[in-house]
């Protein structure tokens, strides 16, 4: 007789899945608070915490949302859940968050980086004045972002009270 394994297999998918969005969206909720931190230490480290940021999102984000959406496709279709509400806005957060970090905020982070650079050579050897295109981008920046960790609060939140299942 065989033994009956201790975890079933979509158990291992589900944990791959909820540590794909702990890996992929963990840090983002700290940003204000290391860029914040980095304001007031030493602003002419700016261009270097953005292109840390960037580095999250191309080599982080974009890979953890590809795990998240294979495990997530696997899950519903393992356990017949494609219909419940939860599944179906989990799949659409994933691919919004997705056109958004490709489309919208990378472009956007690159685009930061390049206007803090200029802002950082400006300045020389002085104290880092932000101009206004840099000021634009990083408030552009910050929303978006700040609109994607809500996306991900509420994806949270509905997968972990199956809502509409």
């Keep these: 007789m065989l033994a009956r394994p201790a975890v079933a297999f979509f158990e291992l998918v589900l944990a791959v899945h909820i540590l794909a969005v702990v890996i992929a969206f963990g840090a983002t909720f700290a940003y204000p608070v290391f860029l914040a931190a980095v304001t007031k230490a030493d602003p002419r480290a700016l261009p270097s915490l953005y292109r ?3 580095a999250v999102s191309r080599w982080v984000i974009m ?10 496709i696997y899950l519903a279709s393992k356990l017949h859940m494609w219909s419940a509400f939860y599944v179906q ?25 390049e206007a803090a650079d200029r802002d950082l050579v400006a300045a020389g050897d002085g104290p880092l004045t932000a101009g206004a295109e840099h000021q634009a981008l990083a408030r552009r920046v910050g929303a978006i972002g700040a609109l994607m960790d809500l996306l991900v609060v509420l994806t ?3 997968m972990a009270t199956h809502a509409g299942a």
């Design 52 to 54: 840390a940021f960037h």
């Design 63 to 72: 890979p953890g949302l590809a795990v998240v959406l294979i495990c997530g």
């Design 89 to 113: 806005w989990g799949l659409t957060i994933t691919i919004v968050i997705g056109a958004i970090e490709g489309m919208l905020l990378g472009p956007s982070e690159r685009r930061l980086v």
């Design 156 to 158: 949270i939140f509905f």
